[in-house]
T-cell receptor
Framework: AQTVTQSQPEMSVQEAETVTLSCTYD???????LFWYKQPPSRQMILVIR??????QNATENRFSVNFQKAAKSFSLKISDSQLGDAAMYFC???????????????FGKGTKLTVNP | SQTIHQWPATLVQPVGSPLSLECTVE??????LYWYRQAAGRGLQLLFY??????ISSEVPQNLSASRPQDRQFILSSKKLLLSDSGFYLC????????????????FGQGTRLTVV
């Protein structure tokens, strides 16, 4: 079974600075999706960014970018020019590409709480 | 556009009472549906997922059950709540899968905060 590990329970960053959140995963599959979700204090889960494993190019969305290292099974999230509104729990998630065999599961890590200091 | 509705937002129930949380999706057909629980503001634990009417997969043996009586309706139930059932419950949906599907992300409801007293 696939597992997702976020080794940093909490992180903090100064406003306007850059922070990187770590995520590693374990899978025997070669094609899959990876996601970062954000959960602000409202507790609404918001998709931040996604990465297809078959793409070598790292995904970017404005100030958010990932460092996808497939061989190392690592998927870190970099937030540039951090803003107060970035303060939230961040979850890394994995989903298989396969269309059968329980592949519909979206597996989450335990999350990293990000604090942004003014 | 697709929307997901989850209710109630907050619920306080006594130990031993039944539970019914409902989730509905609009604007799509045959979605994959999920129930997650988040305890103590931490990680999301997948409880159940469904790829079609009447098709429920359980991830964790527990005091809860799920049903999908209609295509876009997903219900989380319990006959007798335990204190340990307290938590934040999230419903989510994702698009039905095809071989060339490249819209795999899940979209979440607003959540239900359940307190068992």
């Amino acid at each position: 079974a696939q597992t997702v590990t976020q080794s940093q329970p909490e992180m903090s960053v100064q406003e306007a600075e850059t922070v990187t959140l770590s995520c590693t995963y374990d899978t025997s599959e070669s094609d899959y999706y990876l996601f970062w979700y954000k959960q602000p204090p409202s507790r609404q889960m918001i998709l931040v960014i996604r990465q297809e494993a078959y793409k070598q190019q790292n995904a970017t969305e404005n100030r958010f970018s990932v460092n996808f290292q497939k061989a190392a099974k690592s998927f870190s999230l970099k937030i540039s020019d951090s803003q107060l509104g970035d303060a939230a729990m961040y979850f890394c998630a994995y989903r298989s590409v396969l269309t059968q065999g329980g592949s519909e599961k979206l597996v989450f890590g335990k999350g990293t709480k990000l604090t942004v200091n003014p | 556009s697709q929307t997901i509705h989850q209710w109630p937002a907050t619920l306080v129930q006594p130990v031993g009472s039944p539970l019914s949380l409902e989730c509905t999706v609009e604007g799509t057909s045959n979605p994959n549906l999920y129930w997650y629980r988040q305890a103590a503001g931490r990680g999301l634990q997948l409880l159940f997922y469904s790829v079609g009417i009447g098709q429920i997969s359980s991830e964790v043996p527990q005091n809860l059950s799920a049903s999908r009586p209609q295509d876009r309706q997903f219900i989380l139930s319990s006959k007798k709540l335990l204190l340990s059932d307290s938590g934040f419950y999230l419903c989510a949906w994702s698009a039905p899968r095809t071989r060339f599907d490249r819209n795999p992300e899940a979209f979440f409801g607003q959540g239900t905060r359940l307190t068992v007293v």
